[in-house]
């Protein structure tokens, strides 16, 4: 097949993470099959042995960059890569691995490792888009699978993703649930995070735990003043904010203020 006439390359990569956000992909099943009928899938282990050489048109990016070697190799697929989308908290901010971040990952290499001479790693654990430049980000931890379907329709069709920046709130709101904060006085994190899970922890009479990280512009200082009135100290507040998006700068900011706080 001519260049100008063969589909579209789908190229899935995987740094350092658990694997969940590949295996959302997976389980779109019925209609991932549907989305793989117009596309070749160049690489990705996760299902296939496979690989295509070459370019891709559209790159999904899952984990972090935690060693130098996965520093060089984000730089190799952004060169290869029309489009790179990276998916989950590990590859937008850093990960759950990200709280090496706030203390001396030189400690824990010592005490993990027999022979922590032989062990390379980075003090930090940061964002694909700390590193190259990134086209879209789809958050979650994991991610939600209709959007991921959304966002690889999308470029296949040469649109900008439909992802709302709204927070969890909205969610619970177009699902009728009654607010965990106000009518419990349950601690949740659902007014400062990006919406796309479809409120499941609420939905269940559990607060939101920020899975999905920040939303676009959150009122965090707001929120910890009612999470503090809810009984929160300044260390609960520092630790409620250091989960699976540790290091996204809006959560980032707001653990350290209450650190600076609590004097830890």
């Known amino acids: 097949m001519a260049e100008g006439k063969r589909k579209p390359r ?14 959302s992909l997976l389980d779109c099943e ?18 296939t042995e496979g690989e295509i050489e070459g370019t891709y048109d559209v790159s ?13 190799r984000i730089r190799e697929v952004r060169e290869r ?8 908290a590990c590859a937008t901010a850093g990960g759950i691995q990200a709280l090496r971040n706030f203390a001396d990952v030189s400690q824990y290499v010592s005490v ?10 980075l003090a930090h654990s940061t964002a694909i888009a700390d590193h190259v430049p990134v086209d879209f980000e ?40 009654v607010c965990m904060m106000v009518a419990h006085g349950t601690p949740c994190l659902g007014p400062v995070t990006h919406s796309g899970c479809g409120a499941i922890c609420p939905s269940y009479d559990r607060g939101c ?23 929160m100290d300044e260390r609960a507040l520092q630790r409620v904010y250091r989960t699976f998006n540790a290091n996204a700068p809006a959560f980032r900011k707001e653990s350290a203020r209450h650190e600076a706080k609590n004097g830890s």
């Not at 999904?60 to 060089?72: I, M, N, Q, R």
């Not at 890569?81 to 989950?88: A, E, N, P, V, Y």
């Not at 735990?209 to 959150?218: A, D, K, L, N, T």
Request: glycine share 8%; charged share 20%; net charge neutral.
């Open 10 to 23: 789908l190229a899935v990569w995987k740094f350092a993470s658990c694997d969940g956000c590949q295996l």
């Open 30 to 47: 019925d209609e991932f099959l549907a989305v793989a009928g117009a596309i070749d899938i160049a690489y990705f282990k996760e299902a």
């Open 60 to 72: 999904l990016v899952e984990g972090s960059v935690t060693t130098p070697h996965d520093a060089k």
């Open 81 to 88: 890569s029309k489009t790179l989308i990276t998916i989950g």
């Open 112 to 121: 993990v490792y027999a022979h922590p001479e032989y062990i390379k790693t």
């Open 138 to 177: 789809l958050r979650g931890c994991p991610i939600s699978k209709r959007q991921l379907l959304e966002v690889i329709s999308a470029y296949l069709a040469g649109r900008r993703p439909v992802t709302p920046p709204h927070s969890v709130c909205i969610e619970c709101k177009l699902k009728g649930n």
């Open 209 to 231: 735990y920020g899975c999905y990280g920040p939303m676009e512009s959150p009122d965090t200082v707001s929120l910890s003043r009612a999470l503090r009135d809810l009984g």
